[in-house]
Structures are given as C-alpha cells and as structure tokens.
C-alpha cells in the first residue's frame, strides 16, 4: 500500500515562504510524477505544480516564478518551496504520486494571513 506523508504547512505572514515535503513509501514500482494540488474553501482542487521522475517541472501560472518544485528520487520525496506568498495562496494542498496509480496525501494547510 503506497503512503504519502506531506509536512511543512502552518501560517505565515503575506511575502513570507513555507517548504512543503512529501515522502511517498510503499511502492514496489518507481515513482513517477509527483506534484502538489490545492484546494481552497468552496473552489476546486487545482494543479498547482508537478515534476517528472526526470525533473521536467510545469507550474499553474498563478504560482509560476514564486514556487519551486523539487525532488529526490533516492528518497521518494517531492518539495514544494513557496515564496512570495499571498492570501489567495491559502488552500489545503495535497501532494500526489503516479506509481502505477494515483496516491494521495492527507493534505496539509496552508494559511496566508496577516
């Protein structure tokens, strides 16, 4: 049974940077996109970035040049580095993991208040 276990949300001031990790266990394939969702109160769940197991990277443009996806595929771990935040940041983000199947993490929350 693959597992997701994201860490690193809290609250932060506006302009300030949160580092949200993800460490999938459990998968006897390899792990092959892994990427962040969010999802606000009362909106949809968005893309908000993605990386390919060869470290091509894709960002929703909302967040472009402000977040940062990373990965270290020895660990099966995603990293999502968070800079410049805004309130309209704040959202339950969800890691996610294709190996074979689509996993989810638990999400974490994200607050971006004054």
């Known amino acids: 049974q693959v597992q997701l276990v994201e860490s690193g949300g809290g609250l932060v001031q506006p302009g300030g940077s949160l580092r949200l990790s993800c460490v999938s266990s459990?998968?006897?394939?390899?792990?092959?996109?892994m990427g962040w969702y969010r999802q606000a109160p009362g909106k949809q769940r968005e893309l908000v970035a993605y990386i390919t197991r060869g470290g091509t990277t894709n960002y929703a443009d909302s967040v472009k040049g402000r977040f940062t996806i990373s990965r270290d595929n020895a660990k099966n771990t995603v990293f999502l580095q968070m800079n410049s935040l805004k309130p309209e940041d704040t959202a339950v983000y969800y890691c996610y993991a294709d190996a074979l199947s689509m996993y989810w993490g638990q999400g974490t929350q994200v607050t971006i208040s004054s």
């Open positions: 459990g998968s006897i394939f390899p792990v092959g996109v």
